[in-house]
T-cell receptor, first 112, second 115 residues
Framework: DGGITQSPKYLFRKEGQNVTLSCEQN?????MYWYRQDPGQGLRLIYY???????QKGDIAEGYSVSREKKESFPLTVTSAQKNPTAFYLC???????????FGDGTRLSIL | AQSVTQLGSHVSVSEGALVLLRCNYS??????LFWYVQYPNQGLQLLLK??????LVKGINGFEAEFKKSETSFHLTKPSAHMSDAAEYFC?????????????FGAGTRLAVHP
């Protein structure tokens, strides 16, 4: 079955440490997205990429970085500059800008 | 500025009762509209979408929504709630923005279904 795989499901970060969240899709979608979800809030866009080797900042990009070297992969790095990283992170993809976004099952990041 | 408002962060219904989850949006251009459902510790699953055409949209699991332009609303309904409908529901709207359709989410409504 086609879909989006996020790993790991749970991740713990120490102070001053960078961590990378994986997102892989086999839907052959061009566009990919990273969202952050906090309790009682909707999803907020961190970064998005419409094609390989190109990505754009979303609404809350500070403290995060991404790469898009392959169509199927869009990893997110949470850097030590992100002072409040505890959240649920969701990756999504879509065939093009007019199609619905499909979501992975998320990664929950916590601080040790 | 575009925004999405979901009225009621928590809704509780009895099994078999009507489910009504409210969503209003503000936009200066015609949006695309979506409802997603999220079960605990999972991603979002698309329930239904409205892009153009018929304003009453049917989705999965017996849900439907009606786009009312005059009221800028896209409320989600289901005639008879089932225990398995307990989840969080997100309304989202899509607007053209910088070459791609930016998706803006409401804060979510948690639906509880009791026997």
């Amino acid at each position: 079955d086609g879909g989006i795989t996020q790993s790991p499901k749970y991740l713990f970060r120490k102070e001053g440490q960078n961590v990378t969240l994986s997102c892989e899709q086999n839907l052959n979608h061009d566009a990919m997205y990273w969202y952050r979800q906090d309790p009682g809030q909707g999803l907020r866009l961190i970064y998005y990429s419409q094609i390989v080797n190109d990505f754009q900042k979303g609404d809350i990009a500070e403290g995060y970085s991404v790469s898009r070297e392959k169509k199927e992969s869009f990893p997110l790095t949470v850097t030590s500059a992100q002072k409040n990283p505890t959240a649920f992170y969701l990756c999504a993809s879509s065939a093009d800008r007019n199609q619905p976004q499909h979501f992975g099952d998320g990664t929950r990041l916590s601080i040790l | 500025a575009q925004s999405v408002t979901q009225l009621g962060s928590h809704v509780s219904v009895s099994e078999g009762a009507l489910v009504l989850l409210r969503c209003n949006y503000s936009s200066s251009v015609p949006p695309y509209l979506f409802w997603y459902v999220q079960y605990p510790n999972q991603g979002l699953q698309l329930l239904l979408k409205y892009t153009t055409g018929a304003t009453l949209v049917k989705g999965i699991n017996g849900f439907e929504a009606e786009f009312k332009k005059s009221e800028t609303s896209f409320h989600l309904t289901k005639p008879s709630a089932h225990m398995s409908d307990a989840a969080e529901y997100f309304c989202a709207v899509s607007f053209p923005s910088g070459g791609y359709n930016k998706l803006i989410f409401g804060a979510g409504t948690r639906l509880a279904v009791h026997p």
